[in-house]
């Protein structure tokens, strides 16, 4: 197959690939020629991360694709269910960046609960000069272990976020479609771990949680999960991390629950309006910021790669077949 993976793929997925007999085109093209190039070379499959966007008039204007894939979980940068009538599979790798997501969330709920960003801002500038000031300022941190971690969106982000969170002695809850409990699985020290996480309702995950974490969809339509209503119901001083998706979160009320001390700090992977994303959210001295780098890990992407490899090998042997 001729294939363009336009936000490109890790050396170990473009081994794979180009063993199994595929051409890769690594190259970025840019949204305004994306059409000539697919057309041009024939391209069989696209392959993008969160840079591309692959929307209907690019799927009608390039007969030639017979599949897109997404290297990561969420598919919104995908027009997908119209890809899928016009015959086009689209796939994504659900399975590979899970634990790299979990581990930034919990270096966001770190840092947010010891002011480890701002610290780390004001140190260079200030501690020569200020440093006692600075040792008051950011002296009163709050440990995470006995503290209800709150995870919105119990999927493998969600289950691998908890392992770790438990871990270090954190309360989790859950919210999800399911009622009940959610088992969650991890190693340790040779031994397999098994705790199961209550999943409650948004409502009392809310109320009750000292931190929270995002792992959900956007939502049709683009409407935010979390608004000012949402902000009201929650305890005063929470963290709030998004590594999900921009938009979940509305911003404005994000602002204003930080400003009121209702958010103590958020820590923000994602946002409205990416690759723009708007520089009163940036600046705020209570946002930790990091640019969607979730996923973004030499070993996530490398799963990611070879993940991409063996469905693509699939998808080259039903059609050959």
């Not at 897109?68 to 919104?76: E, F, H, L, N, T």
């Amino acid at each position: 197959m001729n294939i363009l993976a336009n936000d490109g793929i890790s050396p170990n997925g473009l081994q794979a690939l180009q063993a199994a007999g595929h051409t890769v085109h690594t190259d970025f093209i840019e949204a305004d020629a994306l059409e000539a190039f697919i057309n041009g070379h024939g391209i069989d499959g696209l392959l993008v991360r969160s840079a591309t966007k692959v929307r209907q008039p690019l799927i009608d204007a390039c007969p030639t694709l017979k599949f897109i894939g997404r290297g990561g979980v969420g598919m919104d940068n995908i027009d997908v269910e119209y890809a899928r009538r016009k015959g086009i599979t689209v796939f994504n790798t659900p399975a590979s960046s899970s634990q790299s997501v979990a581990e930034l969330v919990m270096g966001h709920l770190f840092a947010l609960s010891r002011f480890l960003n701002e610290s780390f801002a004001a140190m260079p500038t200030r501690g020569a000069s200020d440093f006692k000031a600075l040792k008051k300022a950011y002296g009163k941190g709050v440990e995470l272990r006995g503290k209800r971690l709150a995870i919105v969106g119990m999927g493998r982000i969600g289950q691998s976020l908890a392992t770790y969170a438990l871990g270090a002695g954190m309360d989790v809850v859950g919210v999800d479609r399911e009622s009940g409990t959610c088992p969650v699985t991890w190693e340790i020290g040779g031994t397999a771990v098994t705790v199961k996480v209550p999943l409650v309702s948004m409502e009392e995950a809310l109320a009750t949680a000292d931190a929270i974490s995002l792992h959900i969809p956007a939502q049709a339509g683009g409407g935010a999960v979390i608004g000012a209503e949402q902000f009201a119901s929650m305890k005063d001083g929470v963290l709030l991390v998004n590594a999900a998706r921009g938009g979940v979160v509305d911003e404005d009320a994000l602002l204003a629950a930080l400003d009121s001390g209702k958010v103590r700090a958020a820590g923000l992977d994602v946002f409205v309006g990416e690759p723009a994303p708007r520089a009163d959210v940036l600046a705020h001295p209570r946002v930790a910021a990091t640019p969607h780098i979730g996923a973004a890990t030499v070993e996530a992407q490398g799963r990611i790669g070879l993940e991409i490899a063996e469905i693509v090998s699939h998808l080259a042997s039903e059609v050959s077949a």
